[in-house]
């Protein structure tokens, strides 16, 4: 009995769970012992890395936070971090009320009610993007969760949500994605689709597809964002550079050496906390890649094998290099937007989401594209814009009134949901969840 | 040969590009190589015989000691299949 006790705390445990599905999907490869030997162990690795970086990024952003309590009086607003990762993988790790493994088992069965979707209906298309495989099946089992569900309602309906999802999204951004591409060979697989959407039809609204943006030259100067390290480390210097002036400019260098920095001098306290929070970023992404390395593999073996010819819904830099200047625009207006929307947030006291230069380049960038190709240079200026400025309203919505439950008590302290595929849809479930009183 | 693909996060595109190399290879028979996804920030200082990297990383990679592949297109697999051979060629040439 006490053998079979440890299995089965064993095999809910999420890491062991997403070890599990690695391990049948690397079987189903027909991997040679030692390839799936390795490949499940690193899958398991993964999660338990992802845990350890967001341990490191929480850590580094509680004293940020608490310098802007201080820094800015009563009446003020709250700041919180918009990272769909560190979300999913601060619940995931925190596993209360095993919230963990039902994320784990809505990964594998919203994908396969997404492939056999796939294969039934018109909607030819099969969800490649691994991190947004694992941070939609994260959303929708913490939002069902949330509600009080069983684990396995949790995991059915949100099973359901998640693959009509991966079916439905890349079917949306179809007529757009053609436009961008010229062709139908791939599609749009990220959860940005629903504010790509909506930068693409207002592009159409005010702009003209024939004036592209790619037209004209542009510098490629604001290109380094695309790594990681440098573009979250910029950001979060200013951050908690302005968190610590406004928290000296409170209580004075000694309060804050005092209460917050345990001693360290303020600005290399502030320094050291921007820096070791990108620092646990990376060691978390270092997580999520293992994670996902051997399932996405394994996810499309399948699917080649079941629906042959299907188009395949792919992250969203497959389109930069068709629209390299509307990028470039997109992290502009973007930026513009987040600020706007931050200031615009901060008036009506709502939780402020800090600004990310992800969201800029990787969400506003695609945005950009989208409104581009409806509406030419003045839709990708809209639809940069939107992603930042109508985003950081939507997000924080889903913060302040806790869409997705408490997420603070499931372990993501001061973190928010950014990606609108799960929030718009996360949103109307719980409000029609709230109608039924639940 | 050991083939890192790269991207900014290390699991977005250059996982896509993983697969893509590998539908490739799987199809014109090659076999005895290992394609690994690569973040930008942690690709350097390790040992891989070819890169491969979409061409607006150009700035990021100069300065490789490694050959790099730059792909243009990502999604055209006649482009990835007619330069990625080539550089394979040409590495077991030497």
Same mark, same amino acid.
């Given at each position: 009995m006490e053998l079979f006790k440890v299995l089965l705390e064993l095999i809910t445990l999420p890491a062991f769970i997403l070890g599990l599905i690695a391990l049948v999907g690397l079987l189903i490869q027909k991997k040679s012992t030692s390839e799936v030997i390795v490949g499940t162990?690193?899958?398991?690795?993964?999660?338990?890395?992802?845990?350890?970086?967001?341990?490191?990024?929480?850590?580094?952003?509680?004293?940020?936070?608490?310098?802007?309590?201080?820094?800015?009086?009563?009446?003020?607003?709250?700041?919180?971090?918009?990272?769909?990762?560190?979300?999913?993988?601060?619940?995931?790790?925190?596993?209360?009320?095993?919230?963990?493994?039902?994320?784990?088992?809505?990964?594998?069965?919203?994908?396969?009610?997404?492939?056999?979707?796939?294969?039934?209906?018109?909607?030819?298309?099969?969800?490649?993007?691994?991190?947004?495989?694992?941070?939609? &099946?994260?959303?929708?089992?913490?939002?069902?969760?949330?509600?009080?569900?069983?684990?396995?309602?949790?995991?059915?309906?949100?099973?359901?949500?998640?693959?009509?999802?991966?079916?439905?999204?890349?079917?949306? &951004?179809?007529?757009?994605?053609?436009?961008?591409?010229?062709?139908?060979?791939?599609?749009?697989?990220?959860?940005?689709?629903?504010?790509?959407?909506?930068?693409?039809?207002?592009?159409?609204?005010?702009?003209?597809?024939?004036?592209?943006?790619?037209?004209?030259?542009?510098?490629?100067?604001?290109?380094?964002?695309?790594?990681?390290? @440098?573009?979250?480390?910029?950001?979060?210097?200013?951050?908690?550079?302005?968190?610590?002036?406004? &928290?000296?400019?409170?209580?004075?260098?000694?309060?804050?050496?005092?209460?917050?920095?345990?001693?360290?001098?303020?600005?290399?306290?502030?320094?050291?906390?921007?820096?070791?929070?990108?620092?646990?970023?990376?060691?978390?992404?270092?997580?999520?890649?293992?994670?996902?390395?051997?399932?996405?593999?394994?996810?499309?073996?399948?699917?080649?094998?079941? @629906?042959?010819?299907?188009?395949?819904?792919?992250?969203?830099?497959?389109?930069?290099?068709?629209?390299?200047?509307?990028?470039?625009?997109?992290?502009?207006?973007?930026?513009?937007?987040?600020?706007?929307?931050?200031?615009?947030?901060?008036?009506?006291?709502?939780?402020?989401?800090?600004?990310?230069m992800i969201a800029a380049f990787f969400a506003s960038g695609a945005g950009a594209i989208f409104g581009n190709a409806t509406g030419g240079r003045r839709g990708a200026w809209a639809g940069g814009f939107i992603w930042g400025f109508v985003g950081w309203f939507m997000i924080s919505f889903a913060y302040k009134f806790q869409v997705f439950g408490d997420l603070a008590g499931m372990g993501a302290i001061d973190l928010g949901f950014t990606v609108p595929d799960a929030i718009i849809p996360g949103i109307v479930i719980w409000l029609i969840a709230k109608i039924f009183g639940v | 040969m050991k083939i890192a693909t790269i991207c900014g996060m290390g699991f977005g595109t250059s996982m896509m590009l993983k697969l893509f190399i590998e539908d490739v290879f799987k199809a014109k028979g090659i076999t005895g190589h290992q394609v690994i996804p690569w973040d930008l920030g942690t690709f350097k200082g390790q040992q891989v015989d070819l890169v491969v990297a979409p061409t607006d990383m150009k700035s990021h990679l100069k300065g490789s000691e490694t050959k790099v592949v730059y792909i243009k297109n990502l999604v055209d697999k006649q482009e990835i299949e007619e330069k990625i051979v080539a550089a394979i060629k040409e590495l077991e040439s030497k």
């Open positions: 162990i690193k899958t398991i690795l993964g999660l338990l890395i992802m845990s350890i970086g967001i341990g490191a990024l929480i850590n580094a952003l509680i004293p940020i936070q608490s310098m802007f309590q201080v820094g800015i009086p009563a009446a003020g607003f709250e700041t919180f971090v918009t990272f769909d990762e560190a979300v999913v993988g601060a619940v995931q790790s925190a596993n209360e009320a095993n919230i963990g493994a039902a994320i784990a088992w809505t990964m594998l069965f919203g994908y396969i009610i997404h492939l056999v979707l796939a294969r039934v209906t018109k909607f030819k298309y099969v969800y490649l993007t691994g991190h947004m495989i694992w941070i939609h &099946a994260g959303a929708f089992a913490i939002l069902f969760q949330s509600f009080g569900l069983s684990l396995f309602w949790t995991v059915v309906l949100a099973s359901i949500v998640d693959g009509a999802y991966m079916t439905l999204a890349p079917a949306l &951004a179809q007529p757009v994605m053609r436009k961008i591409i010229g062709n139908d060979s791939i599609a749009f697989g990220h959860g940005q689709t629903l504010l790509n959407m909506v930068g693409a039809w207002v592009g159409k609204l005010v702009g003209d597809p024939n004036d592209s943006a790619e037209d004209a030259e542009m510098p490629d100067s604001l290109n380094f964002f695309r790594d990681m390290a @440098i573009s979250i480390s910029l950001i979060m210097v200013v951050v908690a550079l302005i968190a610590v002036i406004l &928290a000296v400019l409170q209580i004075g260098i000694a309060g804050v050496q005092e209460t917050i920095s345990g001693g360290q001098n303020w600005f290399v306290f502030a320094l050291l906390q921007a820096l070791g929070f990108t620092a646990g970023v990376l060691v978390l992404l270092q997580g999520v890649r293992m994670l996902i390395a051997e399932i996405v593999p394994a996810f499309k073996g399948v699917a080649d094998k079941l @629906i042959p010819g299907a188009i395949p819904a792919l992250d969203c830099p497959v389109i930069y290099p068709f629209a390299p200047n509307s990028l470039i625009i997109g992290l502009i207006s973007g930026t513009i937007g987040q600020v706007l929307g931050m200031v615009g947030l901060a008036l009506i006291g709502w939780p402020v989401p800090l600004p990310s | -």
